[in-house]
């Protein structure tokens, strides 16, 4: 049966280590994730599609810190907006392609999309996203003077900047997003999380130097979609306890009450699966679709985990 499907992708999707990460590379690994987004348009789902953009962020601040001294630097915002248009653009292209190659043409468009947060967030109070290239204390000391950072220690690495990571709670563009959906286009939006902003005490909205899980606002998009299934993808097949461990045990399914015991023990990581597992229960707590249903599976598994032949399966009881 069609489904409406909100489909969030992980950087593995774009950026892979068999393809490296320039911008050849990730049209290449672009082109073998629209295949498996293809089968899922011929099957007939509707989708809205979500990406991550962590490595291409700091490919973006790393030429801003480069050349510094020569042009004007580009806050975290635009940063943000302008790989959700280039990564949209890539995303798109190799949709449509793929299925003009089968003879279906589709109608593949991004969404630049602003999310607000709020500003009496706790996470503005404890920044601990790390973004960008690592630097060394010489560095690191000046840009705190001069531009505030809040910066971690890395064994052996060295130091990187830190910033907020705020949770969702309004996709500012929702109404052309779901008019455009609801017309049959498969959508690109919200990437990266979304532009992060705050609406101010007169009622404007500004950008703030932060940056949005991207699975937190694909849970977010799926309730106000009321989409028929949040489907995350990411490097593995299922979710796992103990991973990387000899006692590492791959999950058929989790019920939102063992999702909630095993996020609140530390089982999964919050720089990995956790904001995963998190959106998962996040979605199926405040849809008001009956038979909405979350899974994390990986790129290629994708169609038969619709089907219940693979990935982690999200059930309320």
């Given at each position: 049966m069609?489904?409406?499907?909100?489909l969030?992708?992980?950087g593995n999707?774009?950026?892979?280590?068999?393809?490296?990460g320039?911008?050849?590379?990730?049209?290449?690994?672009?082109?073998?994730?629209?295949?498996?987004?293809?089968?899922?348009?011929?099957?007939g789902?509707?989708?809205?599609?979500?990406?991550?953009?962590g490595p291409?962020?700091?490919?973006v601040?790393?030429?801003?810190e480069l050349?510094?001294h020569e042009v004007?630097?580009?806050?975290?915002?635009?940063?943000?907006?302008?790989?959700?248009?280039?990564?949209?653009?890539?995303i798109?292209?190799?949709?449509?392609?793929?299925?003009i190659?089968?003879?279906?043409?589709?109608?593949?468009?991004?969404?630049?999309?602003?999310v607000?947060?709020?500003a009496n967030?706790?996470?503005?109070?404890?920044?601990?996203k790390?973004?960008?290239q690592?630097?060394?204390?010489?560095?690191?000391?000046?840009?705190?003077?001069?531009?505030g950072w809040?910066?971690?220690?890395?064994?052996?690495k060295?130091?990187?900047?830190?910033?907020?990571?705020p949770?969702?709670?309004?996709?500012v563009?929702?109404?052309?997003?779901?008019?455009?959906?609801?017309?049959?286009?498969?959508?690109v939006?919200?990437?990266?999380?979304?532009i992060?902003?705050c609406?101010?005490p007169?009622?404007?909205?500004e950008g703030?130097?932060?940056?949005i899980?991207?699975?937190?606002t694909?849970?977010?998009?799926?309730?106000e979609?009321?989409?028929?299934a949040?489907?995350?993808?990411?490097?593995?097949?299922?979710?796992?306890?103990?991973?990387?461990t000899?006692?590492?045990?791959a999950l058929?399914?989790?019920t939102?009450?063992?999702?909630?015991?095993?996020l609140?023990?530390?089982?999964?990581?919050a720089?990995?699966?956790?904001p995963?597992?998190?959106?998962?229960?996040?979605?199926?707590?405040?849809?008001?679709?009956?038979?909405?249903?979350?899974?994390?599976t990986?790129?290629?598994?994708?169609l038969?985990?619709?089907a219940?032949?693979?990935?982690?399966?999200?059930?309320?009881?």
């Amino acid at each position: 049966m069609p489904l409406k499907i909100i489909l969030a992708l992980g950087g593995n999707a774009i950026s892979s280590g068999q393809h490296g990460g320039d911008v050849a590379s990730q049209f290449a690994q672009s082109r073998v994730t629209a295949k498996h987004i293809a089968d899922l348009i011929q099957a007939g789902h509707k989708l809205l599609l979500i990406h991550g953009n962590g490595p291409q962020v700091g490919t973006v601040l790393r030429r801003v810190e480069l050349s510094r001294h020569e042009v004007y630097p580009i806050d975290l915002g635009l940063c943000v907006a302008d790989t959700q248009a280039g990564m949209g653009y890539m995303i798109c292209q190799c949709v449509r392609n793929e299925m003009i190659s089968r003879g279906s043409p589709v109608c593949a468009s991004t969404i630049v999309t602003t999310v607000c947060v709020d500003a009496n967030d706790p996470a503005f109070d404890h920044p601990t996203k790390p973004i960008g290239q690592y630097f060394d204390e010489d560095t690191v000391n000046q840009r705190k003077r001069s531009d505030g950072w809040n910066v971690v220690y890395v064994e052996r690495k060295g130091y990187r900047r830190v910033v907020p990571s705020p949770k969702p709670k309004e996709i500012v563009e929702l109404d052309i997003i779901r008019q455009l959906y609801d017309s049959g286009r498969v959508i690109v939006c919200c990437g990266g999380g979304g532009i992060p902003i705050c609406e101010m005490p007169d009622g404007s909205r500004e950008g703030v130097e932060a940056v949005i899980d991207k699975d937190l606002t694909a849970a977010l998009l799926a309730k106000e979609a009321q989409a028929d299934a949040l489907v995350i993808l990411t490097d593995v097949e299922k979710v796992c306890l103990g991973y990387g461990t000899p006692n590492e045990k791959a999950l058929d399914r989790l019920t939102l009450e063992e999702a909630r015991e095993h996020l609140a023990s530390g089982e999964f990581p919050a720089g990995s699966m956790g904001p995963k597992v998190q959106a998962c229960v996040n979605f199926l707590e405040s849809t008001s679709n009956p038979s909405a249903r979350a899974i994390i599976t990986s790129i290629s598994g994708c169609l038969d985990a619709l089907a219940g032949k693979t990935g982690t399966h999200f059930v309320r009881t």
